[in-house]
């Protein structure tokens, strides 16, 4: 079965400084995969997708995700976090022949210090 | 504007009460899905449907039923026999399945509290 790991459950950041958040997955086959953002008491926002078509993904609000197959991650950066940043974010995957399933990490939660 | 709402956003239960979570989607989607989330535990799946008429089970459907009777619509029921139905419960929906990345959308959630 397939599974994600999100390293850290909480990251604290000052703002400006870059935002690191690490996802490593377990497949055999590269999957495609998913970062989501949720702010508190809201559903889930889509960041960025990787479909196979470029190992550099970017996102809205500045986001990007660099797909490394030898490393099987799937992390997401952004250069300058800002206080809007504060949120949970989820990496999730789905196996590329078995419909649309997701599994989902454990989430990460960033606090943007000022 | 198309979306995905769920109602009710706050929901209080008294224990051995079923209780039923409503969502709607206007984005013309085939399939919807139905989360649930912990504290920690990211999103865990309690049932799917690809169609209508069809649904399955996820990892976590014990004690939660479905129906899915429109294309628009998927409620889900929180039954007496979940033992720990304190949670975030959301609701999705995506195109078909196995259409190449497409991405599951997201409703705003419905808080269910067991008193």
């Known amino acids: 079965a397939q599974s994600v790991t999100q390293l850290g459950s909480h990251v604290s950041v000052s703002e400006g400084a870059l935002v690191l958040l690490r996802c490593n997955y377990s497949s055999s086959v590269p999957p495609y995969l998913f970062w989501y953002v949720q702010y508190p008491n809201q559903g889930l926002q889509l960041l960025l997708k990787y479909t196979s078509a470029a190992t550099l993904v970017k996102g809205i609000n500045g986001f990007e995700a660099e797909f490394k197959k030898s490393e099987t991650s799937f992390h997401l950066t952004k250069p300058s976090a800002h206080m809007s940043d504060a949120a949970e974010y989820f990496c999730?995957?789905?196996?590329?022949?078995?419909?649309?399933?997701?599994?989902f990490g454990g989430g990460t939660r960033v606090l943007v210090k000022p | 504007d198309g979306g995905i709402t769920q109602s009710p956003k706050y929901l209080f239960r008294k224990e051995g009460q079923n209780v039923t979570l409503s969502c709607e989607q206007n984005l013309n989607h085939d399939a919807m899905y139905w989360y649930r989330q912990d504290p920690g535990q990211g999103l865990r799946l309690i049932y799917y449907?690809?169609?209508?008429?069809?649904?399955q089970k996820g990892d976590i459907a014990e004690g939660y039923s479905v129906s899915r009777e429109k294309k628009e619509s998927f409620p889900l029921t929180v039954t007496s026999a979940q033992k720990n139905p304190t949670a975030f419960y959301l609701c999705?929906?995506?195109?078909?399945?196995?259409?190449?990345?497409?991405?599951?959308?997201f409703g705003p959630g419905t808080r269910l509290t067991v008193l």
């Open positions: 999730a995957v789905r196996p590329k022949a078995a419909g649309n399933k997701l599994t």
């Open positions: 999705a929906s995506s195109l078909i399945p196995g259409q190449g990345a497409d991405e599951q959308f």
């Open positions: 449907s690809q169609i209508v008429n069809d649904f």
